[in-house]
Structure formats: structure tokens, C-alpha cells
């Protein structure tokens, strides 16, 4: 199938473990399609958990470490040791345990004001990314992961102004608790090379589906509005979001 965004390429495994295997075969892959540092964003949230647990425990030997640069597509404004951070989570399960230097880990710097932090790290993405056409930053993966009210990063549904905000990050406000997070925005998802969702859970089945299916419910929902613009959009689902389909 083709991966154009209009037309997603979706993999399916039977479980988060099998599809997080998949996306990691993918990364393999991808990677060695190019040369020199390969910039990802990673998702935040507790889906891939899985996936940076079984990069770090089965994947040391397959991927050149030394080429993989560390962002994220968005982080929750708290101290980077606090329980709820991205960087955190991902530093634990996977970045401590690979051979990465420092200078490859590209956090938010989350001490900072939101404001602040949010257009420093448009600093750090336009410093060491690649830009397109548009003077955007290109990750050559960027992998998002969808809430349960259909928000991707951290664009939620109350806040889609920011899928076509003009700057690179922005401050974005979780609905129900209000917490302050910085998120990339629209354009510089769609200016990625590969977007790929990483979903998992019978309870996201339903707005995956609605996405999938073109569903004009779905026009609500942040992760409908991803289209890479001149890259490919996957979806890497488990059998349980993949139900409604
Ligand atoms: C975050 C994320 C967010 C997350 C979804 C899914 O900081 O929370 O980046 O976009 O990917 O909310 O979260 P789960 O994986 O926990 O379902």
C-alpha cells in the first residue's frame, strides 16, 4: 500500500510488543536508507514504553547509536526527573541504556518559562535539523502517539489553531488539567520525511477508525489533520486499535 498521506500505509501486530518490533525492524530499515545523524522525535505518553524497552534490549547491535539524534514531538513543563516527563521516560527505558552522547539528547529545557521554552526549542530544532522549502525542521521520523480524545503531540482538540501555527513550537494547555506543555506544531509534523502513529489499545479504536475511514467526525481530532506533505504517513497499530476497522 502506499505510504502518501492520503493514502497511510498501516501495520498491524497482534500486540504492542509485536508492533513495537515492527516499528523498530522499520527504524533498521529507514536508517540505513541515508547517511550521517538521523534526527527522531519521540512520543511522550506511555504507549512507547514498549518500544524503547525492546530498542534498548534487542536492538543495541542493529542500529548505529552514534548516528541517532533525540527529540521530542512535545513534553509536559516539569522538571526533567519529574514522573510525568518524556525525557525522563525515554532517558530510563532506552537513552541510559544505548551507546549516546550527550550532544545526540536534544530535551526541552522545561526550567525555562513556557514561552520561552517553547521558542528555544524552535532554536534547537532549526539549529540541528535540516530545514525544507519552507525554512521548517525536517525529522526524518517523527513518531506521534493519540490520545484518547484524538489530540497527537500535544495538540488537543480545544487548540487546533495549532496545527497551522506559523512558528515552530508552541505552549499548548492540556484540557482537563491544565497542565502547560510546548508541542510542535502542525507544519513542522507534516514537514517530517516519515510520520508514523504508534497506537495501541482497544480504546483508541474507534477515532482510529473514524481517521482511517475519512469519518467526518474525525475532522475534530488533531491526528486527523497529520499529512505529511512530502513524506509518508504510517500508522504501526495493535490488533486492539485496529478493531474498528
Ligand atoms: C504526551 C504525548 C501524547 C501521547 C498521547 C497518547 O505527552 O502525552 O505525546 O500525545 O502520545 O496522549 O498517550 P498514551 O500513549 O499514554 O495513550
Given at each position: 500500500?502506499?505510504?502518501?498521506?492520503?493514502?497511510?500505509?498501516?501495520?498491524?501486530g497482534?500486540?504492542?510488543?509485536?508492533?513495537?518490533?515492527?516499528l523498530?525492524?522499520?527504524?533498521?530499515?529507514?536508517?540505513?536508507?541515508?547517511?550521517?545523524?538521523?534526527?527522531?522525535?519521540?512520543?511522550?505518553?506511555?504507549?512507547?514504553?514498549?518500544?524503547?524497552?525492546?530498542?534498548?534490549?534487542?536492538?543495541?547491535?542493529?542500529?548505529?547509536?552514534?548516528r541517532?539524534?533525540?527529540?521530542?514531538?512535545?513534553?509536559?513543563?516539569?522538571?526533567?526527573?519529574?514522573?510525568?516527563?518524556?525525557?525522563?521516560?525515554?532517558?530510563?527505558?532506552?537513552?541510559d541504556?544505548?551507546?549516546?552522547?550527550?550532544?545526540?539528547i536534544?530535551?526541552?529545557?522545561?526550567?525555562?518559562?513556557?514561552?520561552?521554552?517553547?521558542?528555544?526549542?524552535?532554536?534547537?530544532?532549526?539549529?540541528?535539523?535540516?530545514?525544507?522549502?519552507?525554512?521548517l525542521?525536517?525529522?526524518?521520523?517523527?513518531?506521534?502517539?493519540?490520545?484518547?480524545?484524538?489530540?497527537?503531540?500535544?495538540?488537543?482538540?480545544?487548540?487546533?489553531?495549532?496545527?497551522?501555527?506559523?512558528r515552530?513550537c508552541?505552549v499548548?494547555?492540556?484540557?482537563?488539567?491544565?497542565?502547560?506543555?510546548?508541542?510542535?506544531?502542525?507544519?513542522?509534523?507534516?514537514?517530517?520525511?516519515?510520520?508514523?502513529?504508534?497506537?495501541?489499545?482497544?480504546?483508541?479504536?474507534?477515532?482510529?477508525g473514524?481517521?482511517?475511514?475519512?469519518?467526518?467526525?474525525?475532522?475534530?481530532?488533531?491526528?486527523?489533520?497529520?499529512?505529511?506533505?512530502?513524506?509518508?504517513?504510517?500508522?504501526?497499530?495493535?490488533?486492539?486499535a485496529?478493531?474498528?476497522?
Amino acid at each position: 500500500m502506499a505510504d502518501s498521506s492520503k493514502n497511510p500505509r498501516i501495520v498491524v501486530g497482534h500486540r504492542p510488543a509485536e508492533v513495537c518490533k515492527k516499528l523498530a525492524d522499520f527504524i533498521v530499515d529507514d536508517m540505513a536508507k541515508k547517511s550521517g545523524p538521523y534526527h527522531v522525535a519521540w512520543s511522550g505518553g506511555s504507549t512507547p514504553k514498549v518500544l524503547f524497552k525492546l530498542l534498548a534490549e534487542e536492538y543495541l547491535d542493529r542500529i548505529d547509536w552514534s548516528r541517532l539524534h533525540s527529540y521530542w514531538g512535545d513534553e509536559r513543563m516539569v522538571p526533567h526527573d519529574h514522573e510525568e516527563s518524556n525525557y525522563r521516560m525515554c532517558r530510563a527505558l532506552l537513552l541510559d541504556q544505548v551507546p549516546v552522547t550527550e550532544d545526540q539528547i536534544h530535551p526541552v529545557h522545561t526550567e525555562l518559562m513556557p514561552e520561552i521554552a517553547a521558542s528555544d526549542y524552535s532554536e534547537t530544532l532549526l539549529e540541528n535539523l535540516p530545514t525544507n522549502d519552507a525554512g521548517l525542521p525536517v525529522f526524518d521520523l517523527n513518531i506521534l502517539g493519540m490520545g484518547d480524545d484524538g489530540h497527537t503531540a500535544s495538540i488537543f482538540p480545544h487548540q487546533m489553531e495549532l496545527l497551522t501555527d506559523k512558528r515552530v513550537c508552541a505552549v499548548a494547555t492540556h484540557p482537563d488539567s491544565g497542565q502547560k506543555r510546548v508541542t510542535i506544531t502542525g507544519p513542522v509534523i507534516n514537514a517530517s520525511a516519515k510520520v508514523i502513529f504508534l497506537v495501541t489499545g482497544a480504546r483508541k479504536a474507534e477515532k482510529v477508525g473514524e481517521i482511517l475511514g475519512g469519518s467526518a467526525k474525525a475532522e475534530t481530532y488533531p491526528a486527523a489533520h497529520v499529512q505529511p506533505e512530502n513524506g509518508g504517513l504510517y500508522w504501526f497499530l495493535d490488533e486492539g486499535a485496529y478493531s474498528n476497522r
